[in-house]
């Protein structure tokens, strides 16, 4: 493997004759071009789909291009659509694309893998439970790179189940929140006055019956924050946490929903992007002068770093 970048000859004569040499240079520069590249996936966004007669959720993976696992080039030039039953090769709503053995269910993170046949160069989909593709397998698509993530939703009436209803351009995920927490859209944290008033709390991107509002993997989850008497701060795990969240004018925090113009506590609103760590965690504080704070948060979607 090649882990340099060798200087192309640029004087080549008339009578310059091709040797051992410059074919080695070409090869390694090539190969370094492929190690220094192959951990980008390109592409690969999807739709879903509750609506197609006959079928509940279904997912349609866009074009993309990537290295395999193992550094193989690959690219899949059209639509690929599936079904959540057991995976069978084909390309459209009545084909299945689920993993061997694996039993989708309700409220659900699935991995999507592109799947592909060094030989005829074919590409296919597939969809884990297993961040890792463990499952993944056939005996002809023996290549696999992961692509992306969804949510299943309730059951369906076709035998399935349907999906959270997201949009993904491949590095980014747009959610319509209201699938992702049928009740209410939004999930509310509270704090008590006056302990903790004024202090950091680990909380959860959960709620009941959906569970975690995010994929079990470190994404920048983009949050839309709606603040009841006071403000709200919120701070990822690779961060040091403040002791507080308002000492006097100065607010600590990552991000602080805050007007500091006004001079009481009152609500506001505003979209932010911050890390979230696999858990589904992050770090929440309120300040406010008298009944307990309370924050509404509506998960819109993440960007998922998809080098790994």
């Known amino acids: 493997m090649a882990d340099i970048w060798d200087t192309p000859k640029q004087d080549w004569d008339a009578n310059d004759a091709i040797g051992y040499d410059d074919l080695n240079r070409i090869e390694s520069n090539a190969s370094a071009l492929r190690y220094g590249t192959y951990r980008r996936v390109q592409g690969f966004g999807y739709t879903v789909d509750n609506t197609v007669s006959g079928q509940d959720g279904v997912i349609t993976v866009t074009p993309g291009s990537a290295f395999t696992n193992n550094g193989v080039p690959f690219r899949m030039t059209a639509n690929h659509t599936k079904n959540l039953t057991t995976w069978v090769q084909g390309n459209g709503a009545t084909f299945g694309g689920m993993a061997p053995g694996v039993t989708p269910a309700a409220w659900t993170w699935y991995y999507i893998y592109a ?15 297993d961040p890792a593709g463990g499952n993944v397998s056939s005996v002809t698509y023996t290549e696999k790179r992961w692509i992306g993530t969804f949510k299943t939703a309730a059951a369906g009436g076709d035998g399935s189940f349907d999906l959270c209803i997201a949009y993904s351009t491949g590095d980014t995920v747009f959610f319509d929140p209201n699938s992702f927490v049928p009740a209410a859209g939004y999930i509310t944290i509270t704090q008590a006055n006056p302990t903790p008033l004024n202090t950091f709390e680990l909380k959860t991107l959960t709620a009941p019956t959906v569970g975690l509002l995010l994929p079990p993997y470190e994404v920048t989850a983009k949050l839309n924050i709606n603040t009841q008497e006071g403000a709200i701060a919120l701070y990822n795990y690779h961060f040091p946490i403040p002791s507080q969240v308002r000492n006097g004018t100065v607010w600590y925090g990552e991000h602080s929903d805050r007007d500091f113009q006004a001079s009481t506590p009152d609500r506001y609103a505003g979209d932010i992007d911050i890390i979230v760590s696999p858990a589904g965690q992050l770090y929440v504080g309120m300040w406010n002068t008298g009944a307990p704070a309370t924050a509404y948060i509506r998960v819109r979607g993440f960007y998922q770093d998809r080098r790994f």
Not at 115 to 129: H, K, L, P, R, V
Request: charged share 15%; proline share 0%.
């Open 115 to 129: 799947i592909y046949n060094q030989t005829s160069g074919a590409t296919e989909i597939m969809f884990d439970s």
